[in-house]
Nanobody, 116 residues
Framework: QVQLVESGGGLVQAGDSLRLSCAAS????????MGWFRQAPGKEREIVAG????????YHADSVGGRFIISRDNAKNTVTLQMNSLRSEDTAVYYC?????????WGQGTQVTVSS
């Protein structure tokens, strides 16, 4: 099983940047597709970005395209989400996700709050 620990959240002002990191405790990190989800108060969890096992295929939701960038380092078992030009509507708890062969795991989440 994979264990995921997020870090990097915080309180920022609109227009600022944040970098979220997710450290995975697993032997075969490169076997997992990785992603970031978020959940705002009163809303359903939604996907923000995803990245394939080898990092060659990435997906970013329309709402964050051009502002957020997902990347991974298979040698360090980490996946990051660089968030630029943050907006108040980006305020949410952000969850790291790992998926492989029917196994789906989420981290405990990290709070991102953007003040306008």
């Amino acid at each position: 099983q994979v264990q995921l620990v997020e870090s990097g959240g915080g309180l920022v002002q609109a227009g600022d940047s944040l970098r979220l990191s997710c450290a995975a405790s697993v032997r075969s990190f490169s076997n997992y597709n990785m992603g970031w989800f978020r959940q705002a108060p009163g809303k359903e969890r939604e996907i923000v970005a995803g990245i394939s096992r080898n990092g060659r295929v990435v997906y970013h939701a329309d709402s964050v395209g051009g502002r957020f960038i997902i990347s991974r380092d298979n040698a360090k078992n980490t996946v990051t989400l660089q968030m630029n030009s943050l907006r108040s509507e980006d305020t949410a708890v952000y969850y790291c996700y790992a998926g492989a062969d029917g196994e789906n795991r989420w981290g405990q989440g990290t709070q991102v709050t953007v003040s306008s």
